[in-house]
């Protein structure tokens, strides 16, 4: 059984070097996933991918069922997830065209089912650091090991879309710390960790986010700027993936031992 899983947004649909050996259409409790699951051999290792949007990129951020997603990901034997996200850039080293492996999130979505425990008992999981720090090394050690230039931290504000934001919103969300915004970060990460599922987050900035820079922002621009990156993101999974993975020194695994009151 496959242990690891990939998640991918605008831009990036298919994996490319996935030798797909089997398309997976899941049912859940939570009704249906984005897509069929693509199950295959990558770099060595049997992984899981799925496109978040739907391979036709049909369905927007605010309609994605999250919970249908990672749940998915767990009835197929899943315990590690890296997503990958197209963001706006906000602080100055987020420049278009900069991959970032995320150690933090704000989250300032509304309305979204964002959490698996609704009525079973009270459960508050411990969302300090919201990024499995194994998975964030690992990714961190694999990108140096194949000398693609990449941040080591950064904090993603995650908000509802679609429309993208205003010249205000971000300058109050840099005055909130956050480096780069999408849509889609929140409720992925905590549901994983609510499964006890290792996530981490690699981000793309795809444009610099509304104000920063001048001119207006383009939909077209975000996908054309990840399009660009699907190589140096390959390049960094394949590393990625054929690393030794089969440890977990992380308390991911253990996310629910202290959760429920």
């Known amino acids: 059984m496959p242990h690891l899983g990939v998640i991918a947004g605008s831009g990036i649909y298919e994996m490319p070097d996935l030798l797909i050996t089997d398309t997976i259409k899941l049912e859940t409790p939570y009704g249906d996933p984005s897509d069929s699951y693509r199950m295959g051999r990558f770099a060595g290792k049997e992984v899981v991918f799925l496109p978040r949007h739907g391979a036709k990129h049909n369905i927007p951020p605010h309609r994605i069922n999250y919970r249908a997603n990672i749940w998915g990901f767990r009835e197929l034997g899943i315990s590690r997830i890296v997503s990958i996200n197209a963001t706006g850039g906000i602080s100055r080293r987020m420049m278009p065209g900069s991959i970032v492996v995320l150690d933090q ?105 509304a104000g920063i820079a001048e001119g207006m922002l383009a939909a077209t621009e975000v996908v054309q700027v990840m399009r660009a990156s699907t190589e140096r993101i390959q390049v960094l999974l394949k590393t990625f993936f054929g690393r030794d993975l089969s440890t977990r020194a992380c308390t991911c695994g253990s996310a629910l031992k202290n959760a429920r009151m």
């Not at 990449?150 to 504000?157: A, E, K, P, V, W």
């Open 105 to 209: 999130l704000i989250d300032m979505t509304s309305g979204r089912e964002a959490t698996f425990f609704e009525q079973d008992g009270v459960v508050h999981i411990d969302f300090t650091s919201p990024f499995c720090p194994d998975l964030r090394n690992e990714l961190i050690e694999a990108a140096a090991e194949a000398g693609v230039t990449l941040l080591s931290d950064g904090t993603y504000i995650a908000v509802n879309g679609p429309r993208l934001e205003t010249a205000a919103e971000i300058k109050a969300f840099a005055g909130l710390g956050a480096d780069v915004v999408g849509m889609t970060g929140m409720p992925e990460a905590v549901l994983g960790r609510e499964l006890e599922i290792c996530f981490a987050a690699v981000a793309v900035v795809t444009n610099t986010a």
